[in-house]
């Protein structure tokens, strides 16, 4: 079962998920990405859900671009 906001989780999993969120949230910050149409784009990481027994991590991340321009899934999952 995978950590889940609102319902009761172990702390262990409350520190895990922040410390990779923290963690993949500074090693991002130093990168900006381009697009398959030449936009530039950077990666925030949104959430981080951690398994009880810590072994699997879903993490979300969000394009996010200066000029507001529209970036694709498929864009973000390339530059990953």
Do not use: H
């Not at 079962?1 to 910050?29: C, F």
């Amino acid at each position: 079962e995978m950590l889940k906001l609102g319902k009761k989780n172990s702390q262990r999993q409350l520190k895990v998920s922040e410390y990779l969120k923290r963690s993949l949230s500074e090693l991002l910050q130093s990168f900006v990405f381009q697009s398959s149409n030449d936009n530039f784009f950077s990666i925030i990481i949104s959430e981080v859900n951690v398994s009880i027994d810590l072994k699997i991590a879903k993490v979300f991340v969000i394009a996010f671009s200066k000029d507001n321009l529209s970036i694709t899934d498929e864009d973000v999952l390339q530059a990953l």
